[in-house]
């Protein structure tokens, strides 16, 4: 899905929590944004998953103009949020089927499903309520949730920070990448630089709103051995303490 953000500003009651955001993205990338709290990237998320709307700007999917209405374009991206919403009585079997009638897809393969389970570490734990479930526990059932799914596009608002173990997160960095070759789009947010280095094929980092940097991983600093996205980081907020 090729994505076309233009001039998008969202404004919370006095804030403007983006402004004038413009970037286009190709399908087939892992896209990394980042930025300081409060920066905008949940915001930005949220607008690219119809969650809220753009106070100025639009978003094209594929060239189409992209609002909250249009169903047929929400059902191909799936947003998870860094506590997902469920339905505390319902059990992650229940909360893959309920997402999968919500996304009219075909019923999945039982044996999939358990493989992706299985693979999460929460096979055991199919017929537990997602009320009693740890962060991490919870984060894994959406996960595998958006696994079954598998939307063009994938948005993730924090999934290294989310509560999952180092094997959770090992194997979603491994299905994002195979999702990007399939030719699907991963965007998500993220604070540990040392990840979003090497993880990223493209990494955007907003700044009090607005989109200050974007390029490849990597180009961003010169290449390998030259520096490192936390200089870069570094270098605009001295840039910014000098105006």
Known sequence: MQIRINKVSKKFNSVW???EVSLDLEPGQVVGVLGA???GKTTLLNCLAGIVVPSRGRIYYDGEEFRRGKMELRRRLMFLPDLPMAFAR???LQHIAMCVRLFERPEPDATKVAKILDQLNILALAGMPLGTMSR???YKSGLAALLVIDPELWILDEPL???MDPMGIAYFKRESKSAAARGRTVVYTTQ???IAENFSDRICVLDHGGLRLTGKAGELWGG????SLEQVLL????????R
């Open 17 to 19: 929590a983006l402004e």
């Open 37 to 39: 709290n409060g920066a």
């Open 90 to 92: 319902m059990n992650v």
């Open 136 to 138: 991490g526990q919870l």
């Open 161 to 163: 920070a989310s509560g």
């Open 192 to 194: 540990i630089l040392e």
């Open 224 to 227: 390998e051995g030259k520096g």
């Open 235 to 242: 270098d605009l907020r001295d840039q910014d303490s000098m």
